[in-house]
């Protein structure tokens, strides 16, 4: 298992929660069992497409004013754009990798906002490049929703990205496919009406550990995006994120039951623990 720390995420139903734990301590889970949901339902093949990309005139980087926040686990400065092709399905086949701290701006060319580390909650950050502008690049952002960053050459690397997940919220199916062929499906678990899984593009921002039977005793894959509404959850789950984990009650898949989080069957959530990796886009769409 990686060594991340343990991350709070909006997961559970019920009256199960994750909560973030620093150093040494576990979550109190029930124990249960769960056996695997893989479907075998065919969807259309996504052409992989590269990320949009706009010419406008080329435009240097303004100087970042000192004590610009940093975008972390628990927080992200405001004033950055909204997704543009948020509802897009096409794959999205580059990220970055920051190799130090990162200047975020909200547009090319436009106002520096905020810092993007190369790590949080020890956790390495790769961001999904959906834009390209006369070097630029827009990327979705952590602990933001539908939002876009902008960020100049420089100081990063780039991540090939070959997966996509596509969660179809109406159907209750989450669909894997790798250079736009479809590899696997699975009925899942979503968000309740009170609690929706967010729609939109999300991205993996890494994986975390979990204990207990109820989630069977595997990692959770911790998404970039955070709950709609923080007040109609728990005051422990208000700050976190939400997440792709294993369930241990086959019952629940197939419905909206969750406070967010997409769970699965415990066979399905080794397999994308096997298979995805940080930076690939989520897809959430009706």
């Given amino acids: 298992m990686p060594d991340f720390p343990r991350a709070r995420v909006a997961a559970c139903g019920g009256l199960v929660a994750f909560v973030l734990i620093i150093g ?7 124990r249960a069992a769960g ?3 893989v479907m075998a339902q065919a969807d259309p093949v996504v052409t992989p497409q590269a990320a949009v ?5 080329p435009l240097r980087a303004a100087p970042a004013p000192a004590g610009l926040p940093k975008i972390d686990y628990w927080g992200a400065a405001a004033g950055f754009p909204a997704d543009r092709a948020a509802s897009s399905v096409q794959t999205v086949l580059e990220g970055l990798s920051p190799d130090r701290n990162l200047v975020v701006y909200d547009a090319e060319g436009g106002r520096p906002r905020a810092v993007l580390p190369p790590k949080i909650s020890g956790m390495p950050v790769v961001v999904p490049i959906v834009e390209r502008a006369n070097g630029w690049v827009g990327v979705l952002l952590p602990t933001l929703n539908r939002r876009v960053g902008w960020i100049p050459d420089g100081g990063w690397t780039p991540s090939a990205l070959r997966d996509q997940l596509i969660m179809k919220l109406s159907t ?14 699975w009925k899942v678990a979503t968000g309740t009406e009170r609690t929706p899984t967010p729609l939109g593009r999300t991205f993996v921002l890494g994986r975390t550990g979990t ?6 005793q595997l990692d959770a894959l911790v998404l970039g995006s955070i ?10 789950l208000r700050d976190g994120h939400t997440a792709i984990h294993a369930w241990y009650r086959p019952s629940a898949l197939g419905r909206s039951t969750s406070n967010g989080c997409i769970r699965m069957s415990p066979a399905a959530q080794r397999t994308v623990l096997q298979q995805v990796k940080p ?3 989520v897809h959430v769409i009706n």
């Fill in 279 to 281: 930076g690939v886009v």
């Fill in 172 to 185: 209750h199916r989450l669909t894997w496919l790798r250079d736009g062929v479809r590899q696997a499906e």
């Fill in 53 to 57: 990309v706009r010419t406008v005139p």
């Fill in 24 to 30: 040494a301590g576990a979550l109190a889970i029930n």
């Fill in 35 to 37: 056996r695997d949901g």
């Fill in 211 to 216: 204990d207990g039977a109820a989630y069977a």
């Fill in 227 to 236: 709950p709609e509404h923080p007040a109609a959850l728990a005051p422990s």
